[in-house]
């Protein structure tokens, strides 16, 4: 079975700070992992992904995220935050041998200006 | 606009109505997936199709529910005898068949209200 855990509702961030929004897996293979962002009435956004390689991804919109295996982690960045940030996040994992993407519930990231 | 659409994108029925949702993915992909959304949670997935194979179900796909994708361009997800639980908004997401290309592109979704 595979799950994703974002342990934050919510996450206040002012412009021009550094954000992060957490993200924690559970996978019985290999996993794929992704963060999209979906802005109010949009549909998904592909943000970025880690499939294998180098531990941090680099995606749209200046974000990066650290994949982290042995605390199963995959965390999203952004050394500076701007208000047009502000969206709702979501990360979702994909295991081996598997089409169907597992969401987490989604992070609303607020930047205040 | 390239991306994938979805029709209707609002849609109002009363219980116990059939209902039918459109999606055309991104014209160069095969594959294509059905995801369901309700408030304050993330999409759950559906069911999954490549070219006109559905090969992957969720057994949240209960026998109201049944999908198509007849000649493996778009795909249609239809109700039957809707409840207010059917409720949520659904998406449409598609995905290349190279390698490396796990990531799925969604469409704006259908947001269904049962009343």
């Known amino acids: 079975a595979q799950s994703v855990a974002q342990p934050e509702d919510q996450v206040n961030v002012a412009e021009g700070n550094p954000l992060t929004v957490k993200c924690t897996y559970s996978?019985?293979?290999?996993?794929?992992l992704f963060w999209y962002v979906q802005y109010p009435n949009r549909g998904l956004q592909f943000l970025l992904k880690y499939i294998t390689g180098d531990n941090l991804v680099k995606g749209s919109y200046g974000f990066e995220a650290e994949f982290n295996k042995s605390q199963t982690s995959f965390h999203l960045k952004k050394p500076s935050a701007l208000v047009s940030d502000s969206a709702l996040y979501f990360c979702?994992?994909?295991?081996?041998?598997?089409?169907?993407?597992?969401f987490g519930s989604g992070t609303r990231l607020q930047v205040q200006p | 606009d390239t991306g994938v659409s979805q029709d209707p994108r609002h849609k109002i029925t009363k219980r116990g109505q059939n209902v039918t949702f459109r999606c055309d993915p991104i014209s160069e992909h095969n594959r294509l997936y059905w995801y369901r959304q309700t408030l304050g949670q993330g999409p759950e997935f559906l069911t999954y199709f490549q070219n006109e194979a559905q090969l992957e179900k969720s057994r949240l796909l209960s026998d109201r529910f049944s999908a198509e994708r007849p000649k493996g361009s778009f795909s249609t997800l239809e109700i039957q005898r809707t409840e207010q639980g059917d409720s949520a908004m659904y998406l449409c997401?598609?995905?290349?068949?190279?390698?490396?290309?796990?990531?799925?592109?969604f469409g704006p979704g259908t947001r269904l209200t049962v009343t």
């Open positions: 979702a994992v994909k295991d081996t041998g598997r089409r169907a993407l597992t």
């Open positions: 997401a598609s995905s290349p068949q190279d390698g490396f290309s796990y990531e799925q592109y």
């Open positions: 996978v019985s293979g290999n996993p794929y």
